[in-house]
């Protein structure tokens, strides 16, 4: 049932099913505080919390999480992509505040059509800038950050703002721990032209022709280096097409799990599992699972 009070600051705060929230549709009840500045962040970050972005990369459990749920709205999900004057030079473009909770899909396009160039690469990813950047989600044709100025990382201790220099960030890694919100970042852009941008948009959409269309959180695992990628290898182990209740392998891409319909937490838990048996190659989760202790 959804309960709606506002906080001491503001906040708005509902018990909402978080399956709305994750692109498998997946996932029971949590308290979702909805703040939209620092001050309601901070009333929600007293008690133990947990930070959503877009939910595309989520396995929630069907009895959902105790802790907060915490959605950036309002400025934290707007976007000032006007150049700083004081930042920029004539060969790069620094933005103002770009918020956590603003839709990465949505970004990119602006980007595009000001022919500002650098994040291109990450297009079809259905993130939030926060979540995107917590990852350091990307495509081989580029990750968030290429495109990274500088970031504002709020704590229960404090603000604090940091450059990627100050990140050990790699792969689908940011550096960023756990828990540390991602409030803000100011993007540094390379000046282009709107064709072009979309020209190499384009060109990176392609390698997505072959991923499924039904819901899912994305890669299950990520690539482990050098030899073939999760995706082979689970193809290799003839898993494509398995379904553990209403969860699949992706018939089209051995590293999407698809929701059918009705996939609860436990079945796709269950194709993690069996994925892992069949494989003989040790695969390191790309999904992030809440609460952890789930796999
Ligand atoms: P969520 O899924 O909501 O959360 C993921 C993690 O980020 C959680 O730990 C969460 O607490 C943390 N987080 C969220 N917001 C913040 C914040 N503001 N500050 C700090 N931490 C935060 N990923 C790729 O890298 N490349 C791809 O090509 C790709 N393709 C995808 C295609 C599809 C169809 C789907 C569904 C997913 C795909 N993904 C891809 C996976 C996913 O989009 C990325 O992992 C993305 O970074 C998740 O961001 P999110 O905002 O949805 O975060
Ligand atoms: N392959 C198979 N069988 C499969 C899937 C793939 O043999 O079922 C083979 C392909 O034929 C290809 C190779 O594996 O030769 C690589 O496949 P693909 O081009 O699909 O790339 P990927 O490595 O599987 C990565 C990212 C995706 C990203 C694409 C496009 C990881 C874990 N995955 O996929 O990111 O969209 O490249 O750049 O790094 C994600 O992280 O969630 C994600 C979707």
Redesign the pocket.
């Given at each position: 049932m959804t309960t709606l009070k506002a906080s001491r600051t503001g906040a708005r705060v509902e018990r909402q099913p978080l399956a709305r929230y994750t692109t498998l549709g997946v996932g029971g009840e949590a308290e979702v505080w909805f703040v939209s500045d620092h001050a309601q962040l901070a009333e929600a970050m007293e008690a133990p919390y947990r930070i959503l972005g877009g939910g595309s990369?989520l396995v929630v459990a069907d009895e959902g999480v105790p802790e907060r749920v915490i959605r950036l709205t309002g400025p934290l999900a707007q976007a000032d992509l006007a150049p700083d004057p004081q930042l920029s030079t004539p060969g790069q473009v620094v933005t103002g505040w770009v918020g956590g909770g603003v839709p990465l899909p949505g970004l990119i396009r602006k980007l595009q059509k000001l022919g500002l160039s650098n994040l291109e690469g990450t297009v079809?990813?259905p993130a939030q800038v926060g979540g995107a950047v917590w990852m350091n989600?990307?495509?081989?044709?580029g990750e968030t950050f290429d495109g990274l100025h500088s970031l504002e990382i709020v704590t229960p201790g404090g603000t604090r703002h940091v450059t990627p220099d100050d990140l050990a960030w790699g792969?689908?890694n940011s550096g960023i721990p756990r828990g540390h919100i991602v409030t803000r970042v100011r993007l540094r852009l390379r000046p282009s032209t709107p064709e072009e941008v979309l020209a190499r948009m384009d060109f990176?959409d392609q390698?997505?022709k072959?991923?499924p269309k039904m819901k899912t959180?994305?890669?299950?695992?990520?690539?482990p280096g050098g030899g073939?990628?999760?995706?082979?290898l689970?193809?290799?182990a003839g898993l494509?097409g398995t379904r553990i209740g209403q969860a699949m392998i992706?018939p089209?891409?051995?590293?999407?799990i698809v929701n059918l319909g009705g996939a609860t937490a436990a079945d796709v838990l269950a194709l993690l599992r069996l994925i892992r048996e069949r494989v003989g190659v040790p695969l390191e989760l790309?999904y992030e699972l809440w609460p952890e202790e789930l796999g």
């Amino acid at each position: 049932m959804t309960t709606l009070k506002a906080s001491r600051t503001g906040a708005r705060v509902e018990r909402q099913p978080l399956a709305r929230y994750t692109t498998l549709g997946v996932g029971g009840e949590a308290e979702v505080w909805f703040v939209s500045d620092h001050a309601q962040l901070a009333e929600a970050m007293e008690a133990p919390y947990r930070i959503l972005g877009g939910g595309s990369n989520l396995v929630v459990a069907d009895e959902g999480v105790p802790e907060r749920v915490i959605r950036l709205t309002g400025p934290l999900a707007q976007a000032d992509l006007a150049p700083d004057p004081q930042l920029s030079t004539p060969g790069q473009v620094v933005t103002g505040w770009v918020g956590g909770g603003v839709p990465l899909p949505g970004l990119i396009r602006k980007l595009q059509k000001l022919g500002l160039s650098n994040l291109e690469g990450t297009v079809g990813i259905p993130a939030q800038v926060g979540g995107a950047v917590w990852m350091n989600a990307g495509t081989r044709y580029g990750e968030t950050f290429d495109g990274l100025h500088s970031l504002e990382i709020v704590t229960p201790g404090g603000t604090r703002h940091v450059t990627p220099d100050d990140l050990a960030w790699g792969y689908r890694n940011s550096g960023i721990p756990r828990g540390h919100i991602v409030t803000r970042v100011r993007l540094r852009l390379r000046p282009s032209t709107p064709e072009e941008v979309l020209a190499r948009m384009d060109f990176a959409d392609q390698a997505r022709k072959g991923q499924p269309k039904m819901k899912t959180p994305g890669c299950a695992f990520k690539n482990p280096g050098g030899g073939k990628g999760a995706g082979q290898l689970i193809d290799e182990a003839g898993l494509k097409g398995t379904r553990i209740g209403q969860a699949m392998i992706a018939p089209e891409h051995a590293n999407f799990i698809v929701n059918l319909g009705g996939a609860t937490a436990a079945d796709v838990l269950a194709l993690l599992r069996l994925i892992r048996e069949r494989v003989g190659v040790p695969l390191e989760l790309e999904y992030e699972l809440w609460p952890e202790e789930l796999g």
